[in-house]
């Protein structure tokens, strides 16, 4: 027997017991990397329930959406809390409550939070909806969807250490405008799946693009008005995937999935499912 053949024979016996040095991709990464478009709820199923409550959640699962997006602050503890706009005016009823105008979400303690009711300013029939947790919305959705969290404000650290309690690294993904937050919750978590979230004030350069990738982001996510064929092509020739927001015209919709796009980020999932799944 040559040395040449002995050391090939040997490899040969070793290669089962080396571990595989190709990690597993996780449920999030599985899930992303599918040809699209996957049909993203836009803070729940926001036409038919006050957006970014657990109603709006549960109708966005139940219509079976590949993802349901939300965003979030810290409330004055640092509890991550859900809710769009950084005031409560909009989409609560905190000025009756408190007699006053303009609060902000970061200065307003939790059991404040939970006294409002996040649901008549819709709909009377949802009176009594309250503002939910991060925790208590990934809990809802994770029942039959995937989360997409929309880090408004607050740190990565907050919001890992929260992912990891609920063993959920592997199932969420994670976007923001800050691609600072993006970066520091690669650098913390690299297995999470992270969006770099652009708007319409920002073209699409490939200087832009660059900046996007080194964040550590699989996906650009932008705004649909702003996006081009020639834009998705130059997403993925990155090897990034390309979503868009806020996207309701089916029409358009179907324009942007022969166009390659791969994740439409939509207030009407039900009507976006039909239209470029047919179902
Ligand atoms: O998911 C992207 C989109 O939600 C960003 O805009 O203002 O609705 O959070 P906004
Ligand atoms: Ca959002």
Same mark, same amino acid.
């Given at each position: 027997?040559?040395?040449?053949?002995?050391?090939?024979?040997?490899?040969?016996?070793l290669?089962p017991t080396?571990?595989?040095?190709?990690?597993?991709?996780?449920?999030?990464?599985?899930?992303?990397?599918?040809?699209?478009?996957?049909?993203?709820?836009?803070?729940g199923d926001?036409?038919?329930?006050?957006?970014n409550?657990?109603?709006?959640?549960?109708?966005?699962v139940k219509?079976?959406?590949?993802?349901?997006?939300?965003?979030?602050?810290?409330?004055?503890?640092?509890?991550?809390v859900?809710?769009?706009?950084?005031?409560?005016d909009?989409? #609560?009823?905190?000025e &009756?409550?408190? *007699?006053?105008? =303009?609060m902000?979400?970061? @200065?307003?303690? %939790? +059991?404040?939070?939970?006294k409002l009711?996040?649901g008549?300013?819709?709909?009377?029939?949802?009176?009594?909806?309250?503002?939910?947790?991060?925790?208590?919305?990934?809990t809802?959705i994770?029942?039959?969807?995937?989360?997409l969290?929309?880090?408004?404000?607050?740190?990565?650290?907050?919001?890992?250490?929260?992912l990891?309690?609920?063993?959920?690294?592997?199932?969420?993904?994670?976007?923001?405008f800050?691609?600072?937050?993006?970066?520091?919750?690669?650098?913390?978590?690299? #297995?999470l799946?992270? &969006?770099?979230? *652009?708007?319409? =004030?920002?073209?699409?350069? @490939?200087?832009? %693009? +660059?900046a996007?990738?080194?964040?550590?982001a699989?996906?650009?996510?932008?705004?649909?008005?702003?996006?081009?064929?020639?834009?998705?092509?130059?997403?993925h020739?990155?090897?990034?995937?390309?979503?868009?927001y806020t996207?309701?015209?089916?029409?358009?919709?179907?324009?942007?999935?022969?166009?390659?796009i791969?994740?439409?980020?939509?207030?009407?999932?039900?009507?976006?499912?039909?239209?470029?799944?047919?179902?």
């Amino acid at each position: 027997m040559t040395n040449m053949f002995r050391l090939l024979a040997t490899l040969f016996l070793l290669v089962p017991t080396i571990p595989s040095l190709a990690m597993e991709p996780t449920p999030a990464q599985k899930l992303v990397s599918q040809p699209g478009p996957l049909v993203i709820a836009h803070r729940g199923d926001s036409v038919h329930a006050p957006e970014n409550t657990l109603p709006a959640f549960a109708s966005a699962v139940k219509l079976k959406a590949d993802l349901v997006e939300l965003d979030y602050y810290h409330c004055k503890e640092g509890v991550p809390v859900v809710i769009h706009d950084n005031f409560l005016d909009r989409t #609560t009823d905190a000025e &009756a409550i408190f *007699g006053k105008a =303009k609060m902000l979400v970061e @200065e307003s303690p %939790l +059991a404040d939070l939970q006294k409002l009711d996040a649901g008549s300013w819709f709909d009377p029939k949802f009176k009594g909806t309250r503002l939910p947790t991060l925790a208590e919305s990934l809990t809802c959705i994770q029942a039959g969807s995937v989360t997409l969290i929309e880090r408004k404000k607050g740190d990565a650290a907050t919001c890992i250490k929260l992912l990891r309690e609920l063993k959920l690294t592997g199932r969420v993904v994670v976007q923001s405008f800050d691609w600072k937050y993006v970066r520091d919750c690669h650098d913390l978590e690299p #297995t999470l799946v992270l &969006a770099a979230l *652009g708007s319409g =004030k920002d073209p699409l350069s @490939e200087a832009r %693009l +660059a900046a996007a990738a080194e964040t550590g982001a699989s996906i650009v996510a932008w705004d649909h008005n702003k996006l081009t064929k020639d834009q998705i092509d130059a997403i993925h020739a990155r090897g990034l995937k390309a979503w868009c927001y806020t996207l309701d015209d089916s029409a358009r919709g179907k324009d942007l999935a022969a166009a390659g796009i791969d994740g439409i980020i939509t207030n009407a999932p039900g009507r976006m499912l039909k239209a470029v799944r047919g179902k």
